[in-house]
């Protein structure tokens, strides 16, 4: 948690990914671009889009091969745990990934998904 606390965003979120008990990778969201000059291209006039660089991919980005792996995310809001449930575009990232397991902070704890396993 120390970690979320270092990002320079608003929402700040830091991800860990695990392979075979060992720490291989941390990511930071930081900014990306400055919210104030990003244009939406869907709706011209209005500035919008993506701003930082989720965790999550960052952690992937310096794993490399993540196969097989778990990833830990966490997002924090005055020193406690809130929802940090992975975004469509860092699911797409965590899946091509390879990784097999996510453990992230929820508002109420934590919640585990596992990727690949029906729930049926």
Do not use: W
């Amino acid at each position: 948690m120390i970690t979320a606390a270092n990002s320079e965003v608003r929402q700040k979120h830091a991800s860990m990914i695990v392979m075979n008990s060992n720490p291989v990778a941390i990511g930071i969201n930081s900014l990306r671009n400055d919210p104030r000059f990003v244009i939406d291209e869907k709706s011209p006039g209005t500035k919008s889009g993506i701003y930082s660089y989720h965790a999550e991919r960052v952690a992937i980005r310096r794993a490399g091969n993540c196969e097989g792996g778990t990833l830990y995310v966490v997002r924090l809001a005055n020193g406690r745990g809130r929802m940090s449930a992975p975004c469509d575009r860092c699911m797409t990232a965590i899946e091509n990934a390879g990784i097999k397991k996510i453990v992230f902070t929820t508002n109420s704890g934590i919640a585990v998904t596992r990727i690949g396993v029906s729930n049926v």
